[in-house]
């Protein structure tokens, strides 16, 4: 068959297959995959590897032994199922994370059923991305079953951790080649960034404990002590005139979403200073001897890492020779570095034009605000050629009530099946 007029019987394929795209979006949320600690995340990868192997995929499972969190009450086990076209050429690879976080209070629907209501799937990991999944395999499958000669390969992957990091996933693959070249040339993860755009990267990420320390005295006479408190009041203050300002008046390339999210931003996750909390009694009256934060920097592509911990640091040697008895001490929890693709790129374009086929309006190109598996493809994997691509709504994941859209679903598992033909066909 001729792969240009072999595309419209393809699109008429997964429009007829609907239903499917729906049940195994519903199949699929019935694994309870909640992350931590990584609920079934076994029956979850042998249903989808049983899925992909009856269309004649090579399927295989690997475990990230020793990951963080795997043991044998709970394995970190992922799945690769890989097509091989008829004649030499690039490897297209669908990549999704199957946990999901943790239900949280507010639903109104069994967050397991996979209730379906008026044209959406609701459960947990409908939308963060189930959805999206059931979208590229179904798409893979048409392509496959088409008939149609295509030269490459196809891969489609089942990662975990990604709600954790995904050292367990896609980083413990990467490690092993699983997302470089030459076994992999391009990378999609139908993230739910939205159907009509096509999302080149994320921002980078800083997590630190600051803590300010001071010494304990009684509370009816705190001056002789030092409160930690008051030095921590200090620090705060120092954000909200000198650093946020600062944040928000550097300005970036990345096209980040939503908007409000287009610059460095910082988030304080947790302050604690003086007595332990959750104690029933009355307190003592003492002078806080230490306080705390956690910190969540969010850094663009025009900064490194270095220089947002440097920033930090010299803001907080500055109180130390504004303020007597200021001492504090900073601890790295975490980090990740921003990572762009190109979106003049292969998979960029091609998916961008899809989405132009199918939906009849141009693709946004954005970057996310928060962080993906992309990092490690990226970083690890040393492939640049990866973006995220899914029908989900971003604005839903991670809520009560999580939905995606079956339409959605079915445009996007279209765009995804003629952005694939586009790439492995290309010159
Ligand atoms: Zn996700």
């Not at 490459?152 to 975990?160: D, F, L, Q, R």
């Not at 959750?278 to 001897?289: I, R």
């Not at 440097?310 to 020779?321: I, V």
């Not at 970057?367 to 899914?390: F, M, N, W």
Request: one cysteine or more.
């Amino acid at each position: 068959m001729n792969i240009q007029t072999g595309i419209e019987p393809i699109l008429r394929e997964i429009e007829a297959r609907e239903g499917e795209i729906v049940a195994l979006t519903q199949d699929l949320i019935r694994f309870p995959t909640i992350n931590p600690p990584g609920e079934a995340y076994r029956p979850c990868a042998e249903f989808f590897g049983a899925r992909l192997a009856r269309r004649g995929m090579k399927v295989e499972y690997v475990r990230a032994e020793g990951a963080p969190g795997d043991s044998d009450k709970y394995p970190r086990i992922n799945v690769i199922a890989r097509h091989e076209g008829s004649r030499p050429g690039p490897c297209v690879h669908f990549n999704g994370h199957l946990d999901v976080v943790q239900t949280g209070a507010g639903w109104t629907v069994d967050p397991f059923g996979g209730l379906v209501r008026d044209g959406k799937v609701y459960g947990r990991g409908a939308c963060d991305m189930k959805g999206g999944i059931a979208a590229a395999v179904v798409a893979v499958e048409a392509l496959i079953d088409s008939g149609i000669e295509l030269p490459g390969a196809i891969e489609i992957s089942g990662t975990v951790d990604e709600e954790s990091g995904g050292y367990g996933g896609v980083a413990y693959l990467a490690e092993r080649g699983w997302f470089s070249k030459p076994r992999v040339d391009h990378v999609i993860i139908p993230e739910p960034l939205n159907v009509d755009r096509v999302c080149i990267g994320h921002r980078g990420v800083w997590w630190a404990e600051i803590e300010t320390l001071g010494r304990q005295a009684h509370g009816s006479m705190p001056f002789l002590g030092d409160s930690a408190i008051r030095h921590m009041s200090a620090v705060l203050e120092k954000f909200e005139h000198q650093l946020y300002p600062a944040l928000a008046a550097r300005h970036s390339d990345m096209p980040v979403v939503p908007a409000g999210a287009r610059q460095s931003t910082m988030n304080i996750n947790s302050i604690h200073g003086g007595e332990a909390e959750h104690f029933e009694g009355l307190p003592s009256p003492c002078v806080a001897d230490s306080c705390r934060i956690v910190i969540d920097r969010r850094f663009l592509i025009e900064e490194d890492l270095a220089s947002v911990q440097g920033e930090m640091r010299s803001l907080l040697d500055q109180l130390a020779g504004e303020r007597s008895g200021f001492r504090y001490r900073m601890r790295d929890l975490f980090s990740v570095q921003p990572s762009m693709a190109d979106r003049n790129g292969p998979v960029a374009t091609a998916t961008a034009k899809a989405v132009r086929r199918i939906l009849g309006r141009e693709a946004e190109i954005v970057c996310s605000p928060g962080t993906y598996d992309q990092k490690h493809v990226d970083r690890i994997g040393r492939l640049k050629e990866c973006i995220a691509y899914g029908p989900g709504v971003l604005d839903l994941a991670h809520q009560p009530d999580e939905w995606v859209g079956i339409q959605d679903m079915v445009d996007s598992a279209k765009v995804m099946a003629v952005a694939t033909m586009d790439l492995l066909t290309r010159g």
